[in-house]
């Protein structure tokens, strides 16, 4: 049965909000670094860890954003699943 504010997905309540904060402290110890695909990396590491430790179970991608033009700073984005 889901509880309030969680998703069920493939059989496991997941609190999207709660994930999505835990994600969001996670991420501030990277916030000055230079974005490049081994931070990506370590960035990605540390959700799997933590997706293997329980604490995360909402599906997600490590994506790194760049412009182009140069106009704004690149920077690594987490994309959580939008149907959960």
């Known amino acids: 049965m889901a509880h309030e504010n969680s998703s069920p997905f493939y059989g496991a309540e997941i609190y999207r909000e709660k994930e999505k904060e835990l994600i969001e402290q996670l991420l501030k110890k990277y916030k000055n670094e230079t974005v490049t695909e081994e931070l990506q990396k370590k960035i990605w590491d540390e959700l799997q860890m933590e997706k293997y430790k329980g604490n995360i179970k909402i599906p997600f991608k490590v994506v ?21």
Not at 64 to 84: A, F, G, N, S
């Open 64 to 84: 790194i954003r760049r412009d182009p033009l140069k106009k704004h700073q690149d920077y690594i984005e987490i994309l959580l699943d939008t149907k959960v």
